[in-house]
């Protein structure tokens, strides 16, 4: 538990109203309770201020507040960020080695390392400091984890992966499978050998059930900063800027150029042989067919221009009407 002043400070912000009250949870705004604190900055929220039961409210103008006490904030999402890390609770692991699982006698054993039940690390890997790796890892040959990583339950990294610094893998995720590549000749799928590898760059997070492939003439690359949800497949040979954002069930095609900053929303396919330019953006659902300029939003099967698809689909709208009026002979 912590007081609103206590609070207010730790988030460098300015306290409105009864500084003493004590706040022991965050919670969304319609089911707060006394002693909550709730985000109230987005427009649907704000209305909803004086129906909440919550003791204070974060937000970006006094304004918003009325006669309720809260925090005011220049940036909110930062503040959130703040305040959700105060008020976690989920139980920290210790650093132990389970004697249940297996390492080879080649591999350094740094400091804090753990290493949960019935994982098996291969002959020279090298792991950083302070690595937390979980429940039923594999870790192939060669592989290299950086300081600070954490690799949750079930993770499979085949040999040769490399993992930067202070990166995140969930659970289930498989780096390093072969590509999806054969040469047919005579109706027999004859396989091409995937014989790189697969370079994560620092401060990656990706997330649960992900497949990336090592690649077959080049590594698979995945820059610093990038941020990949669930259940998304990467193809050999991709090469992926810095900070880019992949929302989940997003499918990326073998040799396909993603560079900086690029936002791809969820349920999109992209590729493959293409490349999408520096801070583009891609609507949820797109289905990319040729390579995109970067700096410009895109939506649609194939994809095109945000305002370009907008008004091709108004003129089918259009022309949806116009097709049900001439049936009824209105026209």
Not at 18 to 38: G, N, P, R, W, Y
Request: glycine residues 10%.
């Amino acid at each position: 538990m912590i007081t609103l002043k206590e609070l207010s400070d730790q988030i460098d912000g300015i306290l409105i109203g009864d500084k003493s009250v004590f706040i022991s949870s965050v919670d969304e705004i319609s089911h707060a309770t006394e002693k909550s604190i709730s985000f109230a900055f987005l427009p649907r929220y704000k209305k909803k201020i004086f129906e909440s039961k919550a003791s204070a409210f974060i937000v970006t103008s006094q304004n918003d507040l009325g006669s309720n006490s809260g925090i005011i904030v220049k940036n909110p999402y930062l503040a959130m960020i703040k305040v959700l890390d105060i008020f976690d609770q989920r139980p920290v692991p210790g650093y132990e080695i389970s004697d249940n699982s297996i390492i080879h006698d080649s591999v350094d054993k740094k400091k804090n390392f753990h290493l949960g039940p019935f994982s098996l690390i291969s002959e020279n890997v090298v792991i950083g400091n302070n690595v937390f790796i979980g429940s039923g890892v594999k870790i192939g040959a060669g592989s290299v984890i950086g300081d600070n990583c954490i690799l949750y339950d079930n993770v499979v990294l085949y040999d040769n992966i490399t993992i930067g610094e202070n990166s995140i893998i969930h659970s289930g995720t498989v780096i390093g499978s072969d590509g999806f590549g054969y040469h047919t000749n005579n109706n027999f799928h004859h396989k091409i050998p995937h014989i790189k590898n697969v370079l994560i760059g620092k401060n990656v997070e990706i997330g649960a059930s992900c497949t990336i492939d090592r690649g077959s003439v080049q590594d698979t690359i995945i820059g610093d900063y990038c941020k990949i949800d669930n259940q998304v497949h990467l193809a050999h040979n991709i090469k992926m800027g810095n900070a880019c954002l992949i929302a989940g069930g997003v499918f990326i095609g073998g040799s396909t150029i993603i560079e900086d900053c690029v936002t791809i929303a969820g349920k999109s396919d992209v590729g493959p042989h293409i490349t999408i330019g520096s801070k583009a953006v891609l609507a949820a659902r797109s289905c990319v067919l040729k390579s995109l300029p970067g700096s410009a939003m895109y939506g649609g099967n194939p994809a095109r221009p945000i305002k370009e698809k907008q008004k091709r689909d108004a003129l089918f709208t259009r022309f949806e009407i116009l097709e049900k009026k001439i049936k009824k002979n209105v026209i």
